[in-house]
C-alpha cells in the first residue's frame, strides 16, 4: 500500500488496515469492554456536539462506527435528552430563638438595715457572756438575687453568709465591743452595711468570802 493511497482515518483489524472516511472510527466487538467504549464515546459525541445530530455507519466488513456528517450509508441515531437531576430546594425555615443572660443584673433592693440588739451602749451584765445580735431589715432578702447577712463583731466574721437575722455569740469577754451586719450578694460583694452598735459587757464578780478570825 501506498502512503498516498492511505486515507487520513482508517482502523485496524484482523491483522489489516480498514479504510473509513469519516471524523471518528469506533470498533465494534462482542466483547463488554469495546461495548462500555462505544457508549462512552456517544457520550463525549453528544457532549462536544452541543445536541448536534448523530449518524450510525456501518462499512462493507459489518464495522459500525459514528460520526455528525451523513451519508448514504448512514443512519440517523435518536438520542434521548440528557437526564439532568436537579435537587429540590429545601425551605430552611428560621426560628427566632429567645437569648436569655443569666448574667443579667436584676436590680439591687433598696434595703434598710437596723441592728435592734443589742442597743447602742447598752451595758450588758451576766457572767456566761452570751449576746443574740438581731436585725430587721426591710425589704427581706432577695432570694433571686441570692443575697444574704454577714455578722460581724469587732471588725471579725462570726460565720458563714446567712438568711437568718440573728445570731447568737458564745463566750464573749468582758468590755466593750462593735457589732455590724452587712448584705452582701451571691459573689460576696457588700452592697448593705447597717450602722454599727457599741455595747459593753460586764460579769459579776464574786466577792471574798472572809474566815471568822479564831
Known amino acids: 500500500m501506498r502512503g498516498n493511497d492511505v486515507p487520513k482515518t482508517y482502523i485496524f483489524n484482523d491483522n489489516r488496515y480498514i479504510p473509513v472516511t469519516i471524523q471518528v472510527a469506533v470498533i465494534v466487538e462482542l466483547t ?3 461495548v462500555m467504549r462505544k457508549y462512552l464515546l456517544l457520550l463525549l459525541i453528544v457532549s ?3 445536541q448536534a445530530d448523530i449518524y450510525r455507519i456501518v462499512d462493507e466488513f459489518g464495522n459500525a462506527s459514528y460520526s455528525d456528517k451523513a451519508d448514504s450509508r448512514a443512519e440517523q441515531i435518536e438520542l434521548e435528552e440528557p437526564s439532568i437531576y436537579t435537587p429540590t430546594a429545601v425551605p430552611i425555615e428560621i426560628k427566632e430563638i429567645d437569648i436569655i443572660d ?3 443584673d436584676i436590680e439591687v433592693p433598696d434595703y ?3 441592728i ?3 442597743k447602742h451602749d447598752e451595758n450588758i451584765w451576766g457572767n456566761a457572756g452570751t449576746l443574740i445580735i438581731s436585725v430587721t431589715i426591710t425589704p427581706e432578702l432577695s432570694a ?4 444574704q447577712l454577714i455578722f460581724k463583731l ?7 453568709a446567712q438568711s437568718a437575722t440573728s445570731f447568737t455569740v458564745e463566750s464573749l469577754e468582758r468590755g466593750s465591743h462593735i457589732a455590724l451586719v452587712t448584705v452582701v450578694d451571691k459573689a460576696g460583694e457588700v452592697i448593705r452595711s447597717s450602722k454599727s452598735v457599741l455595747f459593753h459587757i460586764h460579769r459579776n464578780s464574786k466577792k471574798a468570802v472572809q474566815l471568822p478570825a479564831n
Do not use: C, H, N
Open 154 to 160: 469587732d471588725g471579725k466574721q462570726l460565720a458563714p
Open 48 to 50: 462536544a456536539v452541543a
Open 144 to 147: 433571686e438575687r441570692g443575697d
Open 116 to 118: 435592734t440588739s443589742p
Open 102 to 104: 443569666e448574667q443579667t
Open 112 to 114: 434598710k438595715l437596723i
Open 32 to 34: 463488554y469492554d469495546v
